[in-house]
């Protein structure tokens, strides 16, 4: 199952207890892909253009407990009237006074995404988007979103409004806004993990690093005093820099700090940095 998917689940499982706010989600899940009418033989119809199952089965379970509206069965005139007339047209955005509290925004923003949301896995990157075949509604959901204090854009897609957002903070506020606490807390897993792994491998990377150049400046120098013993012969040199010379070539592994104190007397990491400078001079000068 997508993580898509499993939201979806997740917030069709939500129940809501007041009617206020099934309202408010239901209104959402019609205004965004729903659609109802009479046919001629004044029979109620409602269609879902989603592809999402429990979405469909969210509404029912709304209209039934919100409306007493049943699917087969014969709907009460009263009740109708009453649907209509509480969700207005269809075409345009949800009508403000049902959206006054904030449990009916959360609810809004819930229905609102099980009728067009959809997200990317985590694994693969962070986005989180609402498809709107209508500017007004997406302004409508930008607003409402911008409400609980996160930043959703708009984007114009083909023939639709799209409103989305890309950071994984925002994601994981709006899941948590629209009640969603086991994808919340999946998604946050998956970040600590992901930041784990890049603060190890920038870790590993830099350490590496380190290394490789300890490693090639100790070849430099080892190569410096080699060609030094074959072509002035270390007895030659000053016991300092002789000692030093020794001390290079018997432990070729060691660090600036450890062959300090080797030494005799004990040198500090930039006295021995100097002494094999001076080393590496004179190989040089020999050189040319
Ligand atoms: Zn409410």
């Given at each position: 199952m997508s993580f898509s998917h499993s939201v979806k689940e997740e917030l069709a499982k939500h129940t809501n207890i007041a009617r206020h706010c099934r309202v408010a989600e239901l209104s959402a899940i019609l205004h965004f892909c729903g659609q109802y009418g009479k046919d001629k033989d004044g029979v109620f119809w409602v269609g879902f253009q989603t592809e999402n199952e429990s979405t469909v089965t969210k509404a029912f379970t709304l209209l039934k407990k919100a409306f007493n509206i049943e699917a087969d069965c014969p709907v009460e005139e009263e009740e109708l009237e009453l649907l209509f007339e509480t969700m207005?047209?269809?075409?345009?955005?949800?009508?403000?006074s049902l959206l006054r509290n904030n449990c009916c925004k959360r609810a809004f923003l819930r229905g609102a995404f099980l009728g067009v949301g959809s997200m990317s896995d985590p694994e693969k990157g962070y986005h989180l988007e609402f498809v709107c075949t209508d500017e007004a509604k997406a302004l409508q959901l930008q607003e409402i979103i911008g409400e609980f204090h996160v930043d959703a854009k708009i984007i114009i897609r083909k023939k639709y409004f799209v409103v989305y957002i890309k950071e994984s903070e925002s994601i994981v506020e709006l899941l948590n806004i629209m009640e969603a606490p086991v994808a919340l807390m999946n998604l946050e897993n998956l970040r600590i993990l992901k930041d784990m792994r890049n603060s190890i491998n920038r870790k590993v990377n830099c350490e590496a690093a380190n290394i490789n150049k300890t490693v090639s400046a100790a070849n430099r120098q080892i190569e410096d005093i080699e060609y030094l013993r074959d072509h002035?012969?270390?007895?030659?040199?000053q016991p300092s820099l002789r000692q030093m010379a020794e001390v290079r070539l018997e432990y070729p592994e060691a660090s600036l700090k450890e062959l300090g104190e080797l030494l005799d007397p004990k040198v500090g990491k930039s006295g021995v940095n100097h002494r094999l400078r001076k080393l590496s001079e004179l190989a040089e000068k020999m050189r040319t």
């Amino acid at each position: 199952m997508s993580f898509s998917h499993s939201v979806k689940e997740e917030l069709a499982k939500h129940t809501n207890i007041a009617r206020h706010c099934r309202v408010a989600e239901l209104s959402a899940i019609l205004h965004f892909c729903g659609q109802y009418g009479k046919d001629k033989d004044g029979v109620f119809w409602v269609g879902f253009q989603t592809e999402n199952e429990s979405t469909v089965t969210k509404a029912f379970t709304l209209l039934k407990k919100a409306f007493n509206i049943e699917a087969d069965c014969p709907v009460e005139e009263e009740e109708l009237e009453l649907l209509f007339e509480t969700m207005g047209d269809l075409s345009e955005p949800v009508d403000e006074s049902l959206l006054r509290n904030n449990c009916c925004k959360r609810a809004f923003l819930r229905g609102a995404f099980l009728g067009v949301g959809s997200m990317s896995d985590p694994e693969k990157g962070y986005h989180l988007e609402f498809v709107c075949t209508d500017e007004a509604k997406a302004l409508q959901l930008q607003e409402i979103i911008g409400e609980f204090h996160v930043d959703a854009k708009i984007i114009i897609r083909k023939k639709y409004f799209v409103v989305y957002i890309k950071e994984s903070e925002s994601i994981v506020e709006l899941l948590n806004i629209m009640e969603a606490p086991v994808a919340l807390m999946n998604l946050e897993n998956l970040r600590i993990l992901k930041d784990m792994r890049n603060s190890i491998n920038r870790k590993v990377n830099c350490e590496a690093a380190n290394i490789n150049k300890t490693v090639s400046a100790a070849n430099r120098q080892i190569e410096d005093i080699e060609y030094l013993r074959d072509h002035y012969g270390l007895q030659n040199l000053q016991p300092s820099l002789r000692q030093m010379a020794e001390v290079r070539l018997e432990y070729p592994e060691a660090s600036l700090k450890e062959l300090g104190e080797l030494l005799d007397p004990k040198v500090g990491k930039s006295g021995v940095n100097h002494r094999l400078r001076k080393l590496s001079e004179l190989a040089e000068k020999m050189r040319t």
